[in-house]
């Protein structure tokens, strides 16, 4: 394996149709279209003034306006379909997890919302303990182009903007996943169009290949919040009129939009073995290239630009191109990219190619749509899902080849079933393509990874399963979260289950030393899945049996102390997924305006204040900065009360107060003076 290389350790999305990898999988290997109609009040209605994407404006009851947004032939000012890849509750989120008040929460572009969850996700995925990555110089690389939320808020009319919009520019994509996990490497936002998150993944391998960083989350996020994009490309004629993405196909007529958030985790290849990551997959190699003016114009795609870089990209990797099994096009499903794509894949990979094996071509936009800045990083997660499964999905609503292609002399087949991959008694390569409206084109080159699947017999590699109880620990950051996290790890460990298939040393090891420890705790022990299961049921305060050393470090952890795991390891176990912590969501979309709620105090003011702001419990003596009201909380409070008072608050006086005490004689003043 070259030293260059760079494992893919953790994955977690947020696509149609799919909260996570494993459903990621399962809608891609049973053929499943997850696009849908467009829910009504996505975009609002007209987009004007009243804008908001979860449709609480008072236009949405307007039917017709909504359905005047929509014109079969794509009319001016209008969509030309209503089909499009939704993730569904882009409002939910989990505030106190990440130490946000509701309020601070409901303000932010849900772009960052989905993002913070998908990417601790990931690094659970990765087996990671964020905590341990504090302080680190760890990078952050996000793709994306969209801000519709920050424009939404815009729209609302200059009177209205407030200093909290900072916190939505773009930039802070990255800067929020840099600040929540206190990472110090490289933060940056990578905007190039529909190749953004390919693009974005290559940066960070890059800068982990130089030795600048040691590890890396690379991301790419899409939420359609508005319909002007959509409109502009219904006239551009990119837009499908059916609203599905069909790649390689004669009745190709541009895809179908779509959201989407994926996280990848990066780490050299090297340092994932000697660590004993889980290696999902390995990333040999790739490049980046633009067209330049092969096209002849600056938005005509061109052969010999994806043909250059796919070159390059197999040259960097230091893979023979014909020894190539599969291959995730950019697959929009646009009449002229989809026969320039297929054309230079066949060009530069059927050199050399053996007539009896040729390379499998597929789309995952066929599934989901084009989640844009997003789409490169869908097709990653897809392809090192066909190299850990060596099975190809089907590219769906292909029925008639795309005519322009002389397909018996193309040495590629884009499957309509799902497929087996060949085994050719070496490693699986496979590359994975995007394309942006910039005429940028990114290639990269993966195989499979180390650490392949268990196996047949469940247990782990070298390890044969004992008799001997281990200690199962868990914990939560709520009392409530706990409970879900027992209940989950009871289905986990039970006959059929996912934990059924690996050894309890394996199970119990990875929960204690590749998870972060939360304040809620809750320690078992057992020798078997069953026994673990039913200590579960138990409940927290169930009597901890089984040897010595065991039992009285589940007593330590249950009290909150810190316990060497290791000396009940030995030799240390292997890392195998195990359930992550349950989200406790709540809804933090844009609010309905309250015009009552302005007129004059109503009910206990400081607890309306601090409901929005404060990130933990409090109580009279409880320092103001330390509940994380801090000098934006403090902005925003001013704001809220210039407006509910109708005049201006003094942002000085409040900037002076302490405690909560403070801050409730404060505004117990000011009711006074109002009324």
Request: overall charge negative; aromatic content about 6%; some cysteine.
């Amino acid at each position: 394996m070259r030293a260059r290389s760079v494992a893919v350790i953790g994955m977690a999305c947020r696509f149609p149709g799919a909260t996570g990898t494993e459903q990621f999988w399962e809608l891609l290997r049973d053929g499943v279209d997850a696009t849908s109609e467009t829910p009504r009040g996505r975009y609002g209605t007209r987009g004007d003034g009243r804008y908001s994407y979860d449709g609480r404006s008072d236009h949405d009851s307007d039917t017709d306006a909504w359905d005047d947004l929509y014109t079969p032939i794509g009319a001016a000012g209008t969509l030309g379909s209503r089909r499009a890849g939704h993730v569904e509750n882009i409002e939910a989120f989990d505030p106190e997890f990440f130490g946000m008040s509701a309020g601070e929460a409901s303000v932010l572009d849900p772009q960052q919302r989905l993002l913070l969850m998908t990417a601790w996700e990931a690094l659970e995925d990765a087996g990671l303990p964020a905590d341990r990555l504090a302080g680190s110089r760890a990078g952050v690389y996000v793709g994306n182009t969209r801000g519709d939320h920050l424009e939404g808020q815009f729209r609302k009319g200059r009177d209205r903007i407030s200093a909290s919009y900072y916190e939505n520019f773009r930039a802070m994509l990255p800067a929020r996943l840099s600040y929540a996990f206190d990472l110090r490497g490289p933060s940056l936002l990578v905007d190039a169009a529909c190749a953004s998150s390919l693009i974005a993944v290559h940066t960070a391998v890059r800068s982990l290949q130089a030795g600048e960083i040691p590890l890396a989350l690379a991301a790419g996020v899409n939420l359609v919040l508005r319909p002007d994009e959509g409109v502009m490309m219904t006239r551009a004629g990119t837009l499908a009129a059916d609203g599905r993405s069909k790649f390689a196909d004669a009745s190709a007529d541009g895809f179908a939009p779509s959201d989407g958030v994926g996280v990848v985790v990066l780490k050299p290849l090297a340092a994932a073995l000697a660590d004993g990551d889980r290696i999902r997959a390995v990333i040999r190699g790739g490049a980046v290239g633009n067209d330049g003016r092969t096209g002849g114009t600056l938005l005509t795609p061109s052969a010999d630009g994806q043909e250059q870089v796919l070159t390059w990209a197999y040259g960097d990797a230091e893979v023979d191109p014909a020894d190539v099994d599969f291959v995730e096009a950019h697959g929009s499903g646009s009449p002229p990219l989809d026969a320039v794509e297929l054309a230079a894949i066949g060009e530069v990979l059927g050199k050399g190619r053996d007539a009896d094996r040729p390379c499998l071509v597929g789309s995952v936009k066929t599934n989901i749509g084009h989640s844009e800045a997003a789409g490169g990083i869908a097709g990653l997660m897809k392809t090192v899902l066909v190299l850990e499964h060596r099975q190809v999905p089907a590219s769906l609503h292909l029925r008639a080849p795309h005519p322009a292609l002389a397909w018996d002399k193309l040495p590629v087949i884009v499957p309509t079933r799902l497929r087996d991959l060949p085994d050719p008694g070496r490693q699986l390569y496979a590359g994975v393509s995007a394309q942006g409206a910039s005429c940028h084109n990114v290639h990269l080159v993966l195989s499979q990874g180390e650490f392949l699947s268990q196996g047949e017999s469940g247990a782990s590699p070298g390890i044969v399963e004992d008799t001997r109880p281990y200690p199962l620990v868990l914990s939560a950051r709520s009392r409530s979260a706990l409970g879900v996290l027992a209940a989950t790890y009871v289905e986990y460990l039970e006959p059929g289950g996912r934990g059924a298939g690996f050894a309890v040393r394996d199970i119990c090891w990875s929960a204690a030393l590749r998870r972060q420890h939360h304040p809620y705790r809750l320690a078992v022990a057992g020798a078997s899945h069953a026994e673990l299961a039913a200590a579960l049921d138990g409940g927290p305060d169930r009597a901890i049996t089984g040897q010595a050393d065991v039992v009285e470090a589940c007593e330590r952890y249950r009290r909150g102390e810190s316990v060497n795991w290791l000396e009940l390891f030995d030799p240390p176990g292997h890392f195998v997924p195990v359930p992550g912590h349950p989200w406790q969501t709540r809804y933090c979309g844009p609010r309905s305006p309250e015009p009552a709620a302005h007129e004059g105090a109503a009910g206990d003011l400081v607890t309306e204040v601090l409901r929005e702001h404060a990130r933990t419990r409090y109580e009279e003596r409880s320092q103001l900065d330390e509940i994380g009201v801090d000098s934006l909380a403090k902005v925003r409070i001013v704001v809220e009360l210039s407006q509910r008072f109708g005049h201006e608050v003094d942002a000085d006086a409040l900037t002076r107060l302490r405690t909560v005490g403070d801050l409730r004689r404060w505004l117990r003043a000011l009711e006074g003076r109002a009324k």
